[in-house]
């Protein structure tokens, strides 16, 4: 297999382009990718400061790898969960990786704050999933608030947004359809802009980027995922895109069009209030997150 580039040996075969890259003609072509999607979305400006949600994973490490490649003002920001095992190791991975490259870390811990995911949902009788994102949105917007960041941005890939996607459309959830276009408004006075570079990107490069660029993430999924529907969504995606090459990008790419010039800067946030008790807005008076650790208390 040859670089379609250069001719030397290639490292990738990436089939919905049809072709097949060395590695460093890989990284180039993983680079113009993320770069479209920042130029096609208006992300940010190259002046603007961002903060990235770090889990571990490869997505989000890889992310910011390339946003500090380019030249961006980006900083990490990882929340230790609480789970026994998964925590630990996502963490040390984080941190390892922000010392290698030396890059400025926001680091929100969960067992010292008194919430561990798993302990909340226990106490307050609910999923760790529904209580992991209400906790981990929480603290993402404060921290995008407090820090003064202009954007925030994600690990969200391809194949993450084309199977949520494909779940929405598959249970008629046209309100939640939006929440796969790759950037999503800022609302109110204090909810950031929230934008996906990597959307043109799969899984699988994300994780042959990380490889070949001496990227060492987290391997293993949160504990916490098996059994999640979204999985099925995936692998009815891959078995198509595998019979099929090209299918996945269409189906989303030809969306995104669909719904480009949907008007997304009036959002439910406008009309939002004060929490009495953290001091975020919110819907109610005392917004989600305190209403839930309320329970723990
Ligand atoms: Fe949180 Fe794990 Fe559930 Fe993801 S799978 S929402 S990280 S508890
Ligand atoms: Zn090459
Ligand atoms: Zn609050």
Redesign the pocket.
């Known amino acids: 297999m040859k670089c379609v580039k250069c001719n030397g040996n290639a490292v990738i075969n990436i089939r919905r382009a049809n072709a097949a890259f060395c590695k460093e003609h890989f990284n180039e072509y993983f680079t113009e990718q993320t770069l479209k999607s920042i130029k096609q979305f208006r992300m940010f400006r190259k002046t603007d400061k961002i903060m990235v949600c770090v ?1 571990g994973g490869k997505d989000s490490l890889v992310l910011w790898h390339v946003l500090h490649n380019l030249g961006c003002d980006v900083t990490g920001m990882y929340i230790d ?1 609480g ?1 026994n095992g ?1 925590s630990d190791r996502s963490k040390e991975k984080v941190t390892a990786f922000a010392d290698k490259f030396g890059l400025k870390t926001i680091i929100v811990d969960l067992r010292e704050k008194g919430y561990p ?1 798993p302990f909340v949902a226990r106490r307050a009788k609910r ?7 209400t906790i ?1 949105r929480y603290y993402f917007n404060r921290a995008a608030y407090d820090g003064g960041f202009d954007v925030v941005a994600t690990g969200h890939n391809l194949d993450d947004e084309a199977s949520r996607l494909l779940a929405n459309i598959m249970h008629w959830n046209d309100e939640y359809m939006d929440n796969t276009y790759p950037v999503l408004p800022a609302g109110g006075k204090m909810l950031k802009k929230k934008v996906k570079p990597l959307v043109r990107l799969t899984e699988r490069e994300t994780a042959a980027f990380a490889i070949l660029n001496g990227i060492d993430y987290v391997m293993e ?5 098996k059994g ?1 529907t979204s999985l099925i969504f995936k692998e009815a995606l891959s078995t198509i895109e595998d019979k099929m090459a090209g299918t996945e990008i269409f189906f989303y790419t030809k969306f995104l069009e669909r719904v480009k010039d949907k008007d997304r800067s009036k959002t439910d946030s406008d009309e939002m209030k004060i929490c009495q008790t953290c001091g975020m807005e919110s819907f109610m008076d005392k917004c989600t997150f305190c209403r839930l650790v309320e329970k723990v208390k």
Do not use: T
């Open positions: 889990s969960l789970i998964y995911i999923e760790d999933c529904a209580v992991c994102g981990k999924e949160c504990p916490m995922s999640a």
